[in-house]
């Protein structure tokens, strides 16, 4: 009782349209058993053969009503399968395609298959995510602006003396906020717990890396159409220019390199004239003082945990 192989045949295709809008469809297939006394059952059974009540693929308002495997006479083995969809669905193949037998034996009407009337329920987890975007406006320290001719050259925001400005100035700015409400079979606190306040590690949804954070996740349970599910709702926050915390360097000590008897120290930076400064100054990037006319350098921390978003299925 085993099937080796199922194909479906161009010879036999049919499909109609009436004027009322009733639409029927006919596939064929061509189905091998491995044993000659195997009944229609099986042949009509094998994996890859549509199912009752699944949908037509170029039609999802036409359903499988009629499974008719017919055995060759030439070869038992052999047999062509003919499914027939419809649009209309009699109350005989209602009744049939919408009970399900559970493991206990018991019969359950199948959500996912016509209800009463020719009506077939929707699966709730079947619907596509829903997708919303708003934006959010914060406060944020200015360390960078645009600057020359054409006002297009990145560069460290500065006072007249070429210091930065301790404590930075604020100032406005607007982000996207990405909503994605989706229904999910099960969802877990320790999928919470993992992708709360974590970063894109790669590009997602047309994001580069570390642009977006998730800001939170909330769910609830939901039962429809004969289903329990989850309802969840992601909520994610963008920024352009990564969500790596952005550091001008700059500092009260400067790091000494190792030498051959020294490994690397710290010590205070001492001007020109033998004084302590009071207030930070640039540092290079690698701890030592910024030479006088070099650019200042801006320190970016990963400090968010990185995760693949396309794990999370939205």
């Known amino acids: ?32 058993t491995t044993d000659p006394n195997d009944s229609g059952y099986v042949a009509g059974g ?40 419809d649009t209309q669905l009699s109350s005989t193949a209602i009744g049939r395609e919408s009970q399900q037998v559970d493991s206990s034996g018991e019969t359950t009407t199948n959500p996912d298959s016509p209800s009463e009337g020719g009506q077939r329920q929707e699966n709730p987890l ?17 360390l960078e602006v645009y600057t020359g001719e054409d006002a297009t050259l990145p560069g460290p925001l500065l006072n007249s003396a070429g210091d930065p400005f301790d404590p930075p100035p604020m100032v406005e700015k607007s982000y996207p906020v990405l909503t994605i409400k989706k229904n999910m079979v ?37 039962f429809e159409n004969g289903i329990t599910f989850w309802a969840v709702t992601f909520v994610f926050k963008v920024r352009y220019k990564t969500w790596d915390l952005q550091i001008l360097d700059a500092g009260l000590n400067e790091l000494i390199p ?17 004084e302590t400064p009071t207030s930070p100054l640039l540092l290079d990037g690698s701890g030592r003082l910024l030479a006088a006319g070099d650019d200042p350098v801006i320190l970016r921390v990963r400090h968010y945990p990185e995760l693949p978003f396309a794990d999370l299925g939205v």
Do not use: C
Request: glycine share 6%.
């Open 1 to 32: 009782m085993a099937v080796s192989y199922v194909k479906e045949l161009f010879e036999g295709r049919r499909a109609s349209d009436s004027q009322e809008r009733r639409r029927t469809y006919t596939r064929v297939y061509e189905v091998r």
């Open 46 to 85: 094998a994996s890859g053969l549509p199912r009752g009540g699944d949908a037509h693929p170029d039609d999802n308002a036409a359903f499988v009503v009629r499974n008719d495997p017919a055995q060759h006479s030439e070869d038992p083995t052999l047999w062509t399968v003919t499914i027939e969809y």
């Open 126 to 142: 079947s619907r596509p995510p829903v997708y919303s975007v708003s934006f959010e406006t914060v406060q944020e320290p200015l």
């Open 186 to 222: 099960s969802f877990t606190y320790a999928t919470l717990e993992m992708y709360q306040d974590s970063v894109n590690s790669v590009t997602w949804r047309g994001f580069g890396a570390r642009k977006v954070k998730v800001h939170g996740i909330s769910w609830e349970s939901a």
């Open 258 to 274: 190792a030498e051959t008897d020294r490994p690397a120290r710290k010590r205070p930076i001492v001007q020109s004239r033998g």
